[in-house]
Nanobody, 118 residues
Framework: QVSLVESGGGLVQAGGSLRLSCAASGSIFSIPGMGWYRQAPGQQRELVAGISSGGSTNYADSVKGRFTISRDNAKNTVYLQMNSLKPEDTAVYYC????????????WGQGTQVTVSS
C-alpha cells in the first residue's frame, strides 16, 4: 500500500505564491508518474501538472508559465510551486502517484485546500 501526504495549502492573496508538497511512503518499487489535480466547487477534477520519474513534465494551459512541478525521486516527493496565483486557482489540490508496489496502480492524497482571495 502507498500513502500520500500533502502539505502547503492555505490562503493567499491574488498575485501571491504557495508551494505544495506531497510525499509518498510505503512498500514502493517505483513511481513512474506523480502530479497534481484540482477540483473547484461544482467543477470536475482537472489535471494541473504531472511529472515522470525522468523529469518530463506536462501542464494545464491555465497554469503554464505560473506553476512549476518538480520531484525528488530519492524522497518520493513531488512539489508544485505556484506563482502569480489567481482567484480562479482556488480549489482542493490532490496529489496523485502512479506507483508500482506489486503492480502499477493509481494512488491519491487526501487533498489540500488552496484559496486565493482577490
Amino acid at each position: 500500500q502507498v500513502s500520500l501526504v500533502e502539505s502547503g495549502g492555505g490562503l493567499v492573496q491574488a498575485g501571491g505564491s504557495l508551494r505544495l508538497s506531497c510525499a509518498a511512503s510505503g512498500s514502493i518499487f517505483s513511481i513512474p508518474g506523480m502530479g497534481w489535480y484540482r477540483q473547484a466547487p461544482g467543477q470536475q477534477r482537472e489535471l494541473v501538472a504531472g511529472i515522470s520519474s525522468g523529469g518530463s513534465t506536462n501542464y494545464a494551459d491555465s497554469v503554464k508559465g505560473r506553476f512549476t512541478i518538480s520531484r525528488d525521486n530519492a524522497k518520493n516527493t513531488v512539489y508544485l510551486q505556484m506563482n502569480s496565483l489567481k482567484p480562479e486557482d482556488t480549489a482542493v489540490y490532490y496529489c496523485y502517484a502512479r506507483a508500482v508496489v506489486d503492480y502499477l496502480r493509481l494512488y491519491w492524497g487526501q487533498g489540500t485546500q488552496v484559496t486565493v482571495s482577490s
